[in-house]
């Protein structure tokens, strides 16, 4: 149950993290910048917190992988940035390799929290 939790929390990091690299390239408006660094602040937070349970080196790959996915998707879908199939594949093949990361770290894996 924990490790679920955990793997939820580095999903909600990664969703921060499309909102925080949008904001950088799209954010004009001062509130809008303000929601760009609450994004960040959270997100490098929650994956701080994950990576007491789970291996770094796979929480971060997890993190940087779905944040990069959803960056390239939300590009766009919202910003007009050219659909091409073959970025399309690429991703997929980085969601492979995110979801072969998660089945292969296991429980037995997770650290020992006191």
């Given amino acids: 149950m924990k490790n679920n939790s955990t793997w939820m929390k580095i999903a909600g990091a990664a969703c921060l993290e499309v909102a925080w690299v949008t904001g950088l390239k799209h954010a004009s408006a001062p509130w809008e910048w303000i929601i760009t660094e609450l994004a960040l602040v959270i997100s490098f937070y929650t994956i701080f917190v994950a ?41 997929l093949v980085l969601l492979t390799g995110v979801i072969g990361l998660k089945l292969i770290t296991g429980d037995s894996r997770m650290k020992e929290v006191s």
């Fill in 51 to 91: 990576s007491s349970r789970l291996p770094v080196g796979t929480v971060y790959s997890v993190f940087v992988g779905l944040g990069t996915a959803g960056t390239v998707l939300v590009d766009m879908l919202w910003f007009g940035e050219p659909f091409k199939l073959t970025k399309l594949v690429l991703i």
